[in-house]
Nanobody
Framework: QVQLVESGGGLVQAGGSLRVSCEAS????????MGWFRQAPGKEREFVAT????????AYADSVKGRFTISRDNAKSTVYLQMNSLKPEDTAVYYC????????????WGQGTQVTVSS
């Protein structure tokens, strides 16, 4: 069992940057694949980025590739999402999620943090 708490959301102008964080507690953080997802008003939740347990491998949605960077600090039980060159269409609630294996579904979710990008 792992509990996830996101932080760092807020309001930023288009073209700006923001870093959101997700701190985990409970079972050993380093055993989990971590991911970031987002949900905009009236839309389905969508995948943003993922990182393997050791941080060596990452993957991104095409819409954020080259602008967002996922990273993790296993000593701090925290995963980050650095967001640069933000666009109004990045406005959403951002959720972190955890799973035990690369295959399979994410079984643990945080409560989300709001990111709003103004034009």
């Amino acid at each position: 069992q792992v509990q996830l708490v996101e932080s760092g959301g807020g309001l930023v102008q288009a073209g700006g940057s923001l870093r959101v964080s997700c701190e985990a507690s409970g079972r050993t953080f380093s055993t989990y694949v971590m991911g970031w997802f987002r949900q905009a008003p009236g839309k389905e939740r969508e995948f943003v980025a993922t990182i393997t347990q050791n941080g060596w491998s990452t993957a991104y949605a095409d819409s954020v590739k080259g602008r967002f960077t996922i990273s993790r600090d296993n000593a701090k039980s925290t995963v980050y999402l650095q967001m640069n060159s933000l666009k109004p269409e990045d406005t959403a609630v951002y959720y972190c999620a955890a799973k035990m294996r690369l295959s399979g579904d994410y079984g643990y979710w945080g409560q989300g943090t709001q990111v709003t990008v103004s034009s």
